[in-house]
Every structure is written in C-alpha cells, then in structure tokens.
C-alpha cells in the first residue's frame, strides 16, 4: 500500500469512537447521496435530450418528451 506516512505514523492516528447509531445515520445518508447523485444526473441528460428536441423540432414535442421519461423515472409533475 502506498501511504503518505509510515506505518508508525499510521498506527498512531487518533479515530474517534462514533455511537452506531451515529454510524447508521451517516451510512443511510450517504446512500441517499449516491441515489440523488444518480438521479441529478438523469434529470440533466433529460433535459440535455429537451432542449435539442426542443431545437431540432419543436418545443412542444420536446415537452411531452421530457414528461414522458421523467414518467419512466417515477417522477410525477
């Protein structure tokens, strides 16, 4: 592994003891980060795709689109 630090160094490092419950919520939290990271990036691909559809052809064609996928994802307007 290569480190910054020596394994000395590294042993003597000072972690604090974090309750469980504090530990769960900070899992649970994180999770939920990777998920709206995830969906944060569909909505931008979405709305990338819109606006082209929206320039190539027609806003209103471009609207339904846009409804109708984020329908697919689950998200009601």
Do not use: H
């Not at 020596?6 to 990777?34: A, C, R, S, T």
């Amino acid at each position: 592994m290569l480190t910054a630090i020596n394994k000395d160094e590294f042993e003597n490092i000072i972690l604090p003891k974090i309750n469980n419950n504090v530990q769960i919520q900070i899992k649970e939290n994180i999770q939920e980060m990777y998920k709206l990271r995830c969906q944060s990036k569909q909505f931008l691909e979405i709305a990338k795709r819109g606006v082209e559809i929206a320039i190539e052809q027609d806003e209103d064609i471009a609207t339904r689109w846009i409804n109708q996928e984020l329908q697919k994802i689950g998200v009601e307007l």
